[in-house]
């Protein structure tokens, strides 16, 4: 079993799942992937995000929704996606 083992640590784990419950997640799906190959093809010439960074700003553009995030250059390069400094 996974958790805690200590009252103390019950504590906290319950806080954390609570924490991570209130986020609303995007999952990758088929759609994405026609968003992924035009980020990577778009960047292919310049410097490339890659890979898994091109996954998740397609997901970020099928929601309409912004990447948050500390590294706003490596992403404001991507067409069309909003970024957001963390």
């Known amino acids: ?6 009252v103390e640590g019950k504590e906290e784990y319950k ?5 991570l419950e209130s ?5 990758y799906e088929t759609q994405d992937v026609f968003h992924t190959v035009r980020i990577l ?3 292919k010439r310049a ?3 890659g890979l ?3 996954m998740i700003a397609a997901i970020c553009l099928r929601h309409g929704a912004a990447i948050v995030t500390k590294n706003v ?3 404001s ?3 069309s996606l909003k970024v957001e400094k963390w």
């Open 1 to 6: 079993m996974f958790g805690p083992s200590t």
């Open 15 to 19: 806080k954390a799942l609570e924490l």
């Open 23 to 27: 986020y609303n997640s995007l999952n």
């Open 41 to 43: 093809t778009h960047l």
């Open 47 to 49: 410097n490339p995000i």
């Open 52 to 54: 898994i960074d091109s």
């Open 73 to 75: 250059e490596h992403f």
């Open 77 to 79: 390069r991507i067409p």
